[in-house]
């Protein structure tokens, strides 16, 4: 009676892979990870980026390799696996639209290295990490702006608005505010020459109070 009680025979089920597997699929996911990390460090945007999201890629690129080891060692644990990740929910907010590649890209080697295919996951981080490296970290000259103009009266906006005409390849009016002591103009711009020369031109017409130049990339809201 007590070899039946403790007979656990799903242990049995679940020594499905051998020690040496498990551990060879951790250390190629665990490479692929600081690969990943790295290649976020590098193409990352702002001025100092986030330690904590490089780390949690990589601990997720190696969770998402065991998950799928669970997985494909039998059909009731990847049923029982899915039920379980099916009641978990994230309620963080993805600022940055590149940091959800780097999510996505986390999760789909840890996934292509669970099965099987390291050839692909090494293969494909190295076209994508050298695509990013690319295209992120290309310099262009034509940065959108946002600037905004505080005017006496709409002499001063006329005669403003002309300097942002002579010294922007293209300019929209975002928002115009109206009150008694004068007229503030919000544009976006894309500028010709240099940021410093515009900003002054502006600021030396009379009637003008007060110019700010914001570097814009989508993220600002005035």
């Avoid at 665990?30 to 986030?50: C, D, N, P, W």
């Amino acid at each position: 009676m007590l070899e039946q009680l403790f007979n656990f025979s799903f242990l049995d089920r679940a020594a499905t892979f051998s020690v040496p597997d498990i551990l060879a699929a951790l250390l190629v996911s665990f490479a692929l990870g600081l690969f990943i990390f790295f290649v976020y460090s590098k193409t990352f945007r702002g001025v100092m980026h986030s330690s904590s999201f490089g780390i949690s890629l990589i601990a997720m690129d190696l969770i998402t390799t065991l998950v799928i080891l669970a997985v494909s060692s039998n059909l009731i644990t990847s049923l029982g696996m899915v039920g379980a990740l099916s009641i978990v929910r994230f309620r963080t907010v993805v600022k940055e639209p590149l940091d959800l590649v780097y999510l996505f890209w986390s999760i789909t080697v840890g996934i292509i290295v669970g099965v099987g295919l390291i050839p692909l996951a090494v293969i494909g981080s190295v076209v994508i990490g050298v695509m990013l490296f690319i295209f992120v970290n290309r310099k262009t000259s034509d940065s959108p702006y946002v600037v905004v103009i505080s005017c006496s009266g709409e002499q001063a906006e006329n005669q403003a608005v002309s300097v942002v005409k002579a010294a922007t390849k293209k300019h929209v009016l975002k928002a115009k505010s109206v009150t008694r002591d004068g007229v503030e103009l919000t544009l976006e711009v894309r500028l010709k020459e240099s940021s410093s020369a515009f900003v002054n031109a502006l600021t030396a017409v009379q009637g003008v109070h007060n110019a700010t130049l914001v570097s814009y990339n989508g993220d600002y809201y005035m």
